[in-house]
């Protein structure tokens, strides 16, 4: 959907490609996340549109399933999104194809299932009634049982979007299937994949989420190098229309996104790196990695006067006018990957 540049999202729950579509609480959100970009999203496998009928639904299969997507539309490179337990399966991606992932933007999402956390005996009972929960009131004709589960996503949603996500629970899969996944959600476990990320990356979250605790996006922020970590205040993990926390969302995604937007101009040729020294590559390298003048300095120890004076070279000689540009120019030349030595 939209046009531009791609941004490739992860799948995740309570999704239904043509449902969401129609849907006040997914259509206002996905209308403007595609207001300059082409968005490509796709059902998790066991949802939506996807087979229902299926029988592995691990964390390993949807991180196969997004390889797959992302073979399919045959994009050489993409800024990669993922939502609540869509974060972990574009972490995992992430790290198994940097070549591909321009940008990653994670929103509500989280490095560790609930069974990771170190729960509570009464945490424990509670996540065990929820999946109880799931299996006797999912399909029923009334909402009363997945109301519970609407109040966890959007707590502060309007009486229409409210009834609106009650359909789309029943709507986007089976109550086997419903339990099967959050049973899965609660074994996810990506804490050791994340410091090996290596494009930039923008973390958001929700203060008051009721769904996911703002502390596990403030954890997953903190394993992956050089995340930028940006709260929203809002209870709902789910974002909505007229919620001052969605254009904060989009503006943050917006400037992330910049050089994605922005006329990408000829690529840069060969001679042109092969003039910068081994220090304005070995600095450009870093830059390409997401990190900031702040975190640049001391590692080469040198002072913030003279990196700026690097920066302002390797600006005139490459042609760049932003940061975000020199990015991506410099990823596509084969910097900022885990393992490059520019040296």
Same mark, same amino acid.
Request: net charge negative; hydrophobic share 40%.
């Given at each position: 959907?939209?046009?531009?540049?791609?941004?490739?999202?992860?799948?995740?729950?309570?999704?239904?490609?043509?449902?969401?579509?129609?849907?006040?609480?997914?259509?206002?959100?996905?209308?403007?996340?595609?207001?300059?970009?082409?968005?490509?999203?796709?059902?998790?496998?066991?949802?939506?549109?996807?087979?229902?009928?299926?029988?592995?639904?691990?964390?390993?299969?949807?991180?196969?399933?997004?390889?797959?997507?992302?073979?399919?539309?045959?994009?050489?490179?993409?800024?990669?999104?993922?939502?609540?337990?869509?974060?972990? /399966?574009?972490? !995992?991606?992430? +790290?198994?194809?940097?070549? #591909?992932?321009?940008? $990653?933007?994670?929103?509500? *999402?989280?490095? =560790?299932?609930?069974?990771?956390?170190?729960?509570?005996?009464?945490?424990?009972?509670?996540?065990?009634?929820?999946?109880?929960?799931?299996?006797?009131?999912?399909?029923?004709?009334?909402?009363?049982?997945?109301?519970?589960?609407?109040?966890?996503?959007?707590?502060?949603?309007?009486?229409?979007?409210?009834?609106?996500?009650?359909?789309?629970?029943?709507?986007?899969?089976?109550?086997?299937?419903?339990?099967?996944?959050?049973?899965?959600?609660?074994?996810?476990?990506?804490?050791?994949?994340?410091?090996?990320?290596?494009?930039?990356?923008?973390?958001?979250?929700?203060?008051?989420?009721?769904?996911?605790?703002?502390?596990?996006?403030?954890?997953?922020?903190?394993? /992956?190098?050089? !995340?930028?970590? +940006?709260?929203?205040?809002? #209870?709902?993990?789910? $974002?909505?229309?007229?919620? *001052?926390?969605? =254009?904060?969302?989009?503006?943050?995604?917006?400037?992330?996104?910049?050089?994605?937007?922005?006329?990408?101009?000829?690529?840069?040729?060969?001679?042109?790196?092969?003039?910068?020294?081994?220090?304005?590559?070995?600095?450009?390298?870093?830059?390409?990695?997401?990190?900031?003048?702040?975190?640049?300095?001391?590692?080469?120890?040198?002072?913030?006067?003279?990196?700026?004076?690097?920066?302002?070279?390797?600006?005139?000689?490459?042609?760049?006018?932003?940061?975000?540009?020199?990015?991506?120019?410099?990823?596509?030349?084969?910097?900022?990957?885990?393992?490059?030595?520019?040296?």
């Amino acid at each position: 959907m939209g046009k531009g540049p791609p941004l490739v999202k992860a799948s995740n729950w309570l999704s239904h490609v043509e449902y969401d579509w129609r849907s006040p609480v997914w259509r206002p959100f996905l209308e403007q996340l595609a207001r300059n970009r082409t968005v490509i999203r796709y059902d998790e496998r066991g949802c939506g549109l996807s087979d229902w009928d299926v029988a592995d639904l691990s964390f390993e299969s949807w991180v196969c399933d997004l390889e797959t997507v992302a073979d399919a539309i045959n994009l050489k490179r993409f800024p990669l999104f993922g939502i609540s337990q869509g974060g972990p /399966i574009a972490v !995992a991606y992430a +790290v198994r194809h940097p070549e #591909r992932v321009s940008h $990653l933007i994670l929103h509500g *999402a989280y490095a =560790r299932g609930y069974r990771h956390r170190d729960p509570t005996p009464a945490q424990l009972m509670e996540w065990d009634a929820l999946h109880d929960l799931i299996r006797v009131g999912w399909g029923r004709e009334n909402p009363v049982f997945r109301q519970v589960f609407t109040s966890l996503f959007m707590p502060d949603g309007s009486p229409e979007q409210l009834r609106w996500f009650n359909d789309l629970q029943r709507a986007s899969t089976s109550p086997e299937n419903a339990a099967r996944l959050f049973a899965e959600f609660g074994t996810i476990d990506v804490r050791e994949l994340a410091p090996r990320v290596t494009c930039p990356t923008l973390v958001l979250h929700a203060r008051e989420d009721e769904r996911v605790p703002y502390e596990e996006g403030r954890l997953l922020a903190a394993l /992956i190098p050089n !995340a930028r970590f +940006v709260t929203l205040e809002t #209870r709902n993990h789910l $974002l909505l229309e007229g919620d *001052a926390a969605m =254009r904060h969302f989009l503006s943050e995604v917006d400037d992330f996104l910049r050089a994605d937007v922005e006329p990408a101009g000829e690529a840069i040729p060969a001679v042109a790196f092969a003039a910068l020294t081994a220090r304005e590559t070995e600095i450009l390298d870093l830059i390409a990695r997401g990190l900031d003048n702040t975190a640049i300095a001391p590692r080469l120890q040198i002072s913030a006067k003279t990196l700026r004076n690097h920066i302002t070279n390797i600006f005139a000689k490459l042609g760049l006018s932003s940061r975000a540009q020199a990015i991506v120019r410099a990823r596509d030349a084969g910097l900022g990957r885990s393992g490059s030595n520019p040296t």
